[in-house]
Structures are given as C-alpha cells and as structure tokens.
C-alpha cells in the first residue's frame, strides 16, 4: 500500500525562480497538511484541507506561498518568488476522518541559492 | 512562549540504559498527546499516543499530567536503533479546526 508520495525529493533553484511541490495523499485519506521544517523553527503547520477545500492556512508565511489541493488525489504547494530564506524540508501528510494519526511523506528538501 | 517545548539534547546514553524525555504545552485546550519519532533525514512517524492513565507499549512508557501540562517518554533497555530525534506533539482544538503542534524534539544518540 503506497504511503504519502512527494515529489520532488530535492530541488535547487535560485533565489526568485518559482517552486512548485506536489504531493498525492494515501487514497481514501480526506484531510492533507503541508508543513515546512527547519532546525530554527521544527515543524511548522503551513495549511491544511478537509475533502479539498482549505481549512486554515493562517501558517502560510505569506503571499509569496499558495496551495491548492484539486481534488482527493493532488495537492500543490507554490513558492513564487522563491527566497533563500524558504529552503527547509517541506512535508506533506494525510490522515483519515476518525483517526489521529497523519502519515507524512518523505518531503522535498528544498534549496534557494 | 512556545506552545510545545522539549529539552533539545543531545541525550548521548550506552546501550541498555534507562532514558526519559520530558515535554511541557501551553494550550490548556489540548485534546490528545503524542510521541513521534524522526530519523536522520527521514519522516516523522508515529511512535505511539499518550493516555491520561498512562500506557506502554514494549519498552516505551509515556506519562501524561494533563493537571502540570507535562507528558513524559520512557525509553527502557536502550538499544542502538533507538537513536533517532523524539518529537512531542499535542492535538489542538481551535475555531478553524484541529492541528497537531509539534515540538522541536529530543535526540537521543545510543552507543555501544
């Protein structure tokens, strides 16, 4: 049973350029979080989606950073543009209504030059 | 101040030892408590939940004093693939909804 898949696992880009993140949830999951970790902050909430639709993304650092999730099998999460002070590794999780437990993916670790 | 706090560590222990974590939140409004593990460079991933009565699950031990705001992790006999960073993470209720709020970790480094 394929978990969380992330993708890209790593991207380099130069500072200004735009990034885009994906991330397919574990099927039949109907919440998704995208969270961002650095070893100043730990692990930072950015936006989460109940059945699509954005719940709270009063994580969001700011409007630089967008997300959509189209439907139950796709989500995005958009820099542009991108600053050096974005590189961090940026996870994507999944969890069904009911149960506490998310599932993370294995992230993307993200470098701004 | 921070909502989720734990002792950074390093706890640097031998095999076989005994070692404890120790984790405090702020929001009174918490609902449920957990422990995660994450590996060098890895995900987190459950490692297990916290109940009020406490409960255990192998060789691992979490508290919760939900009176203190504090929760605790046990770690017994030691082994060198428990060397990872332990992150306490608390479940909030709040208007828009529930988030997990995670700590910033504990790493434990196991030697022989």
């Known amino acids: 049973d394929a978990g969380v898949i992330q993708s890209p696992r790593h991207e380099v880009t130069e500072m200004g350029q735009e990034v885009t993140l994906r991330c397919k949830p574990i099927s039949g999951h109907d919440y998704l979080f995208w969270y961002r970790q650095t070893m100043m902050r730990g692990l930072e909430l950015l936006i989460y989606?109940?059945?699509?639709?954005?719940?709270?993304d009063s994580g969001m650092p700011e409007d630089r950073f967008s997300a959509k999730m189209p439907n139950a099998s796709f989500s995005t999460l958009k820099i542009q543009p991108s600053e050096p002070r974005d590189s961090a590794v940026y996870f994507c999780a999944s969890r069904g209504t009911g149960w506490d437990e998310q599932f993370f993916g294995p992230g993307t670790r993200l470098t701004v030059l | 101040r921070k909502e989720v706090e734990q002792d950074p560590g390093p706890f640097n222990v031998p095999e076989g030892a005994t070692v404890a974590f120790n984790c405090t939140y702020s929001?009174?409004?918490?609902?449920?408590f957990f422990w995660y593990r994450q590996d060098c460079r890895k995900e987190p991933k459950l490692l297990m939940s916290v109940y009020s009565s406490g409960n255990e699950d192998g060789r691992f031990t979490a508290q919760l004093n939900r009176a203190s705001q504090y929760i605790s992790l046990l770690i017994r006999d030691s082994k060198l693939s428990d060397s990872a960073t332990y992150l306490c993470?608390?479940?909030?209720?709040?208007?828009?909804?529930?988030?997990?709020?995670f700590g910033k970790g504990t790493t434990l480094s196991v030697s022989s």
């Open positions: 993470v608390v479940n909030i209720l709040y208007e828009a909804g529930t988030a997990l709020i």
């Open positions: 929001n009174s409004a918490s609902q449920s």
């Open positions: 989606f109940n059945n699509n639709v954005p719940i709270d």
